[in-house]
């Protein structure tokens, strides 16, 4: 593969797909802060950026410190560029505006900044979600202008602080994977086309909720253990690495299902996951790679929200056995 940047990547989307400049130049400003994340992230606690903040977000969790570094990293690279209308963050209860000094742009830009970030006292990965949605046209955008359904995304991605920083990306023509060369601060293409196979012997799913899931869930997992004696004719492997970024990326790289239900905790919550920042954008990735995503019953990526903030129950990857689940709802 020709050693190519995001940035030589993206004007190839261009010339071939008419992607428009500003997107590209919006997606280069993101992956640098993305980057400028992945150094703060780095230094751990010899960057004194460990632990929380003793506040708590619009989602009533608990902020890490670097919950908010990497809000206000994303924020301040975004706002003067030119691309944006407006921004989103799970870290602010409302939408940032662009301050009037500043021009403004055909885009609303939507993220995550750390997600898993309980996982960062660990050193276990973590990572940022963003999505791109199409601004409204000669005015200011309000709240209302970000509940959009999925299928708006004009692109959206996801950063990887682990062993490696990876950005994946999709700007509609399939899945990229560009890994950071720290030598040369470039995001390289590593890989052209995710392809998720469509059949998989590998669940994700916090098993501690197991008495709280819904009917159809229970028994997707019971099946599952049940193995090649059980129904499936074939046993199944696990993993839960309980920070979304890390076990979609798993899904990328190697197929798999990712689920995180409704569960009778919270039963008025449809979910824990967030729709607008953590599962459009990754739906959105996991449909241009040839996988599916559903809330159980409906595909992610047609839901219309109705807050901001608003939660999903998530079931994605491996389109076949997405599909299974989805059947066991239908069913149900
Ligand atoms: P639990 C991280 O806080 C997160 O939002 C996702 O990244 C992750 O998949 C999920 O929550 C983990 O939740 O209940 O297993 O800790």
């Not at 008419?18 to 400003?29: C, F, K, M, Q, V």
């Not at 959009?148 to 950063?159: E, F, I, K, L």
């Not at 890994?179 to 799913?205: H, W, Y």
């Amino acid at each position: 593969m020709p050693r190519l940047s995001l940035t030589h990547h993206l004007i190839r989307c261009e010339r071939e797909h008419g992607l428009d400049p500003n997107l590209r130049l919006l997606l280069e400003t993101v992956a640098r802060a993305c980057k400028t994340i992945s150094h703060a992230v780095g230094k751990g606690a010899l960057g004194g950026v460990l632990g929380s903040l003793g506040t708590t977000n619009v989602q009533g969790e608990t902020q890490k410190k670097l919950d908010v570094i990497a809000n206000e990293i994303l924020v301040e690279a975004n706002e003067w560029g030119g691309y944006l209308a407006a921004m989103a963050s799970e870290e602010m209860n409302a939408p940032h505006g662009i301050p009037v000094a500043y021009p403004r742009g055909n885009y609303l830009l939507l993220f995550d900044p750390l997600d898993g970030s309980s996982n960062v006292d660990v050193n276990v990965s973590i990572g940022t979600i963003f999505s791109v949605l199409p601004a409204p046209k000669g005015r200011e955008p309000v709240e209302t202008d970000f509940l959009q359904p999925g299928t708006r995304q004009v692109c959206a991605g996801y950063a990887v602080y682990g062993p490696q920083t990876v950005l994946v990306l999709s700007v509609g023509h399939g899945v990229q994977v560009f890994t950071l060369d720290r030598d040369t601060g470039s995001f390289i293409l590593t890989q052209e086309n995710v392809r998720i196979p469509a059949d998989t012997k590998e669940f994700a799913i916090n098993m501690s909720n197991m008495r709280h899931w819904a009917p159809p869930v229970k028994r997707y997992i019971d099946e599952c253990l049940a193995g090649k004696e059980g129904p499936r004719g074939k046993d199944f492997n696990m993993r839960w690495i309980a920070s979304m970024v890390a076990d979609v990326h798993r899904i990328m790289s190697r197929g798999g299902i990712f689920m995180y239900p409704w569960d009778k905790r919270e039963p008025d919550k449809p979910g824990k996951l967030r729709l607008m920042y953590e599962a459009n954008p990754m739906s959105y990735l996991v449909e241009q790679a040839g996988g599916a995503a559903t809330n159980g019953t409906q595909r992610i990526l047609e839901i219309v929200p109705k807050k901001l903030h608003e939660r999903v129950s998530v079931i994605l990857g491996s389109k076949n056995e997405v599909d299974y689940v989805s059947a066991l709802h239908r069913r149900a």
